[in-house]
């Protein structure tokens, strides 16, 4: 099964991607994760993602694309995988769609996670992602056990450097420009299905299960 996750930053698509990729047993790949894990270890691609990540901006699809080809095509993704953050432009999900058309293969599910604007805000100035996994918790919705611990690994807990409120703001104008499009992209596609993510993680989590299917 093949899975893309749509939605506003914060929306909750990381939040429901691991819980869908444990679930049915598919990696999960988060474009936003290898681009963090890249700036961690201070590598070329993590160096040039930065400049944009911090602005709010969309890395260029050229240092995107053939990342994402290229991890869909090994073989741990031979039964499916779940895409968190990508596409994220009408262009990127035409090379996806062209890379899958060459393998004999199609997106087979785009999951929504609906959430207006007016609770992201509050959403990112709560979340915490660890420095060590990248485990992310809320303040509010998802607490750690102990303050400022992650409980996966022990590590320290911090608000991401793109989740100052300015930031956000300027993540939430692009969402609306450039992604927000894919989502008549994939209805035309017959593979839209819409959630709501506005309720509990749990009641998030049950109805994408029921979208997609035991
Ligand atoms: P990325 O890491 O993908 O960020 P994003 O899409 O902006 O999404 P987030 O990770 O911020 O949020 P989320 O929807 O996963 O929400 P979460 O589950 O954490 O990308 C970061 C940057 O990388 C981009 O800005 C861009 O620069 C670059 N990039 C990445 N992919 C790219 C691409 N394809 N092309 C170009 N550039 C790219 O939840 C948020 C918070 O809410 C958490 O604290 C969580 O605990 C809480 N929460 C979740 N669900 C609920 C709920 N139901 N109720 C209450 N709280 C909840």
Redesign the pocket.
Known sequence: MKII?L???????????KKIAQKYGIPHI????I??ANIKNNTELGKK?KT??DK??????EL?VDL?IDRVGQEDCKNGYIL??????IP?AESLDAALEKMGEKVDFAVN?EVPDENIVN??S???ACVGCGA???I???APKTEGICDVCGEKLIL?D??QPETVLK?LG??HDQTQPLIDYYAKAGVLKEVD?????E??FQAIVSVLGE
């Open positions: 996750m939605g506003a930053p914060g929306a909750g698509k990381g939040t429901q991607a988060s474009t936003g994760d681009f963090r993602a944009y990540m709010g901006l969309l890395v260029p699809d995107t994402v968190d953050g990508f596409p994220r432009t990127q996670v959403r990112m709560g979340r915490r992310t918790y809320h509010k919705y998802n991401r793109d989740d993540r692009v969402y993510g506005t309720v509990d993680m009641d998030v």
